[in-house]
């Protein structure tokens, strides 16, 4: 069964410290994709980042970085030099080639103090 | 290119009425899925959508809720005979052929 566990609920950080968001994923199929999204107090989840289990290697867009690692099953995101805008619920999730369907995990709220 | 809106943004409904939400993708995108989420959860699927075909529902998904698309654009998501436990916000998302989801601002549902 595929499932998707983000260990940290509430994470607290100062203004421009670095903060890493755990990912732990479980699923049978060698072919899959991992995602990560932002939902900000507004409320809509905003797209981050979708790999597929084929390309293993880190990627990085501005302050944001990901981790993806197949032997431990993580998929690890990580905000450089946090920003008080960057405070929101991060969910990492998880879709199988077979299906299009996210299996979403509980989610990560990251709160950002000037 | 404007994305992916629903409507309406908030319903109150009474328990035992039925409600229809619906969704407007974005215009290109042949993929629409329906989520909904709960207070402190991550959102969980409920069905999607390829162009006018159900492709899959999920087995949680009680008998009273249906959805369509008839035209394999907008959306539309019924619930009958509401029940509390129906209370969550209602996402719609849609994607390009099995790419990136990109998500609505939801419709957040109240049950009396």
């Known amino acids: 069964a595929q499932k998707v566990t983000q260990a940290q609920t509430e994470i607290s950080v100062v203004e421009k410290e670095d903060v890493t968001l755990d990912c732990v994923y479980e699923?049978?199929?060698?072919?899959?994709?991992l995602f990560w999204y932002k939902q900000p107090p507004s409320g809509e989840l905003v797209f981050l980042i979708r790999?597929?289990?084929?390309?293993?290697q880190n990627e990085i867009s501005g302050r944001y970085s990901w981790n993806f690692q197949k032997s431990t099953s993580s998929f690890n995101f990580t905000i450089t030099a946090s920003q008080v805008v960057d405070s929101a619920v991060y969910f990492c999730?998880?879709?199988?080639?077979?299906?299009?369907?996210?299996?979403f995990g509980t989610g990560t709220r990251l709160q950002v103090f000037p | 290119d404007t994305g992916v809106s629903q409507d309406p943004r908030h319903k109150i409904t009474k328990r035992g009425q039925n409600v229809t939400f619906r969704c407007d993708p974005i215009?290109?995108?042949?993929?629409l899925y329906w989520y909904r989420q709960t207070l402190g959860q991550g959102p969980e699927f409920l069905t999607y959508?390829?162009?006018?075909?159900?492709?899959?529902k999920s087995r949680l998904l009680s008998d009273r809720f249906s959805a369509e698309r008839p035209k394999g654009s907008f959306s539309t998501l019924e619930i009958q005979r509401t029940e509390q436990g129906d209370s969550a916000m209602y996402l719609c998302?849609?994607?390009?052929?099995?790419?990136?989801?990109?998500f609505g601002p939801g419709t957040r549902l109240t049950v009396t």
């Open positions: 215009s290109e995108h042949n993929r």
């Open positions: 699923t049978r199929d060698t072919t899959y994709y």
């Open positions: 999730a998880l879709s199988e080639a077979r299906t299009d369907k996210l299996i």
């Open positions: 998302a849609s994607s390009f052929s099995g790419y990136e989801q990109y």
């Open positions: 959508f390829q162009n006018e075909a159900q492709l899959e």
């Open positions: 790999r597929n289990s084929f390309d293993e």
